[in-house]
Nanobody
Framework: QVQLVESGGGLVQAGGSLRLSCAAS????????MGWFRQAPGKEREFVAS????????SYADSVKGRFAISRDNAKNTVYLQMNSLKPEDTAVYYC??????????????????WGQGTQVTVSS
């Protein structure tokens, strides 16, 4: 079992920044990939970014490229999502997840086995 706990959400004005953290515990594997997803009210959960524990290769949704940065600290089993230049349309519950993906992108929710409880990010205009 893997436990994922997100933190760092909150209320921020448009143009501001937030950093989300996802602490992983339990059976984490170096071959796994970590992803950030988000879900706004009435919308489907969508991919934001992913990173591999081993090697650190990353992938981003087009909507966040250049504004968000995903990183990991293997020693702490923690993944981060630095969010800059936030927009009202970034408002959502943000989830981290762990899964396995052999290709590029790793954007499909079905690739991920374990999910955190989510943290709310609200961007005011």
């Amino acid at each position: 079992q893997v436990q994922l706990v997100e933190s760092g959400g909150g209320l921020v004005q448009a143009g501001g920044s937030l950093r989300l953290s996802c602490a992983a515990s339990g059976r984490t594997f170096s071959s796994a990939v970590m992803g950030w997803f988000r879900q706004a009210p009435g919308k489907e959960r969508e991919f934001v970014a992913s990173i591999r524990w081993s090697g650190g290769s990353t992938s981003y949704a087009d909507s966040v490229k250049g504004r968000f940065a995903i990183s990991r600290d293997n020693a702490k089993n923690t993944v981060y999502l630095q969010m800059n230049s936030l927009k009202p349309e970034d408002t959502a519950v943000y989830y981290c997840a762990q899964g396995y993906c052999s290709g590029n992108g790793c954007s499909r929710t079905t690739l991920y086995n374990y999910w955190g409880q989510g943290t709310q990010v609200t961007v005011s205009s």
